[in-house]
């Protein structure tokens, strides 16, 4: 399961990177820094999505780690392959639902200045600055999209950790405390 987990925060890696990479070299090469409102929509979708699911399969790798130091006799049964496969395909799948939920509302504003924003990254702040209409709702989605998708992947991993650290101190041996700490 770890290196499945693995495989699939290094897929996320090297997407997630590859989302802001070409627009800012050709924003270098041609000194042309303005994305149309919709190449920031498709930017922020993959930047979100794709940082989205990171947060969770963190959170998954922390649990496999979680059962494999402190629960090694019950590893095997608990985190099999079905397990892993659901559990990463949730991380993707809740990503993508949270960020087609938040790319809809911020593409329902209202624009008054040109389809054009001066940054070769996509942000809220200039699109929210850009918008005519109420911000309310895009606003509150956010808030609840970063509390659900950053905060309480963040905690589970601390919790995860705290257990994990707790027994590894616990472990009698140097040897042994290394060997564990090693594998996180």
Same mark, same amino acid.
């Given at each position: 399961?770890?290196?499945f987990?693995? @495989?699939?925060?290094?897929?996320l890696?090297?997407?997630?990177?590859?989302?802001? &990479?070409?627009?800012?070299?050709a924003?270098?090469?041609?000194? /042309?820094?303005?994305v149309?409102?919709? @190449?920031?929509?498709?930017? !922020?979708?993959?930047f @979100? %999505?794709?940082? $989205?699911?990171?947060?969770y399969? &963190?959170?998954?790798?922390?649990? /496999?780690?979680?059962?494999?130091?402190?629960?090694?006799?019950?590893?095997?049964?608990?985190? /099999?392959?079905?397990?892993?496969?659901?559990?990463?395909a949730?991380s993707?799948?809740?990503? %993508?639902?949270?960020?087609?939920?938040?790319? =809809?509302?911020?593409?329902?504003?209202?624009?008054?200045?040109?389809?054009?924003?001066?940054? !070769? %990254?996509? /942000? &809220?702040?200039?699109?929210?600055?850009?918008s005519?209409?109420?911000?309310?709702?895009?606003?509150?989605?956010?808030?609840?999209?970063?509390?659900?998708?950053?905060?309480?992947?963040?905690?589970l $991993?601390?919790?995860?950790?705290? %257990?994990?650290? =707790?027994?590894i &101190?616990?472990?009698?041996s140097? $040897?042994?405390?290394?060997?564990? !700490? =090693?594998?996180?």
């Amino acid at each position: 399961p770890m290196y499945f987990l693995l @495989g699939n925060l290094s897929c996320l890696e090297i997407c997630y990177s590859s989302t802001i &990479l070409p627009r800012m070299l050709a924003s270098f090469m041609t000194g /042309d820094r303005t994305v149309s409102i919709t @190449g920031c929509m498709v930017q !922020f979708f993959w930047f @979100g %999505f794709l940082a $989205t699911a990171e947060c969770y399969m &963190l959170a998954v790798m922390s649990y /496999d780690r979680y059962l494999a130091i402190c629960k090694p006799l019950h590893y095997t049964t608990h985190m /099999d392959g079905r397990l892993c496969m659901q559990l990463a395909a949730v991380s993707w799948l809740s990503s %993508f639902i949270s960020l087609s939920i938040l790319v =809809s509302c911020t593409s329902q504003l209202a624009s008054v200045a040109p389809n054009e924003i001066d940054h !070769f %990254f996509w /942000d &809220l702040t200039p699109v929210i600055n850009l918008s005519c209409s109420n911000t309310n709702l895009v606003t509150m989605a956010t808030s609840y999209s970063l509390s659900i998708n950053v905060v309480l992947p963040f905690l589970l $991993t601390l919790v995860s950790y705290v %257990f994990i650290i =707790s027994t590894i &101190l616990r472990i009698p041996s140097t $040897t042994g405390k290394q060997k564990a !700490f =090693s594998t996180c």
